[in-house]
């Protein structure tokens, strides 16, 4: 698809569509989209809401963070549904389609 570090995504499934920043990486199949569920909240935690907390208690290595933006929470994309084999979550294997925005 020539995504390129930084492009600008729409991800889309049956439920809805989030738009994200592209990273790609070795480490993921390029027929693949990885998108991490520990970024992208809105309330709570330095690491998904990019927010300092006072005394860092939870979050020590905070000063390790290398985003700059807080994300998109994926779970926009994921049906409520559990899959129709086993009954479990579909958290992996959600099928979307990609787009250049």
Known sequence: M???????????SGIGDITIKANVTEGVHPKV?????????????????????????????SELIWWKEKGVHP?????????PIGGTMRWMDTVVTVEKV
């Open 2 to 12: 020539g995504i390129e570090e930084g492009d600008t995504l729409r991800v889309k």
């Open 33 to 61: 989209i990885a998108i991490s569920n520990h970024l992208g909240h809105w309330a709570y935690g330095e690491y998904a809401s990019l927010k300092k907390t006072p005394l860092h208690i939870s979050e020590r290595d």
């Open 75 to 83: 779970n926009w994309l994921i049906p409520n549904a559990g899959d």
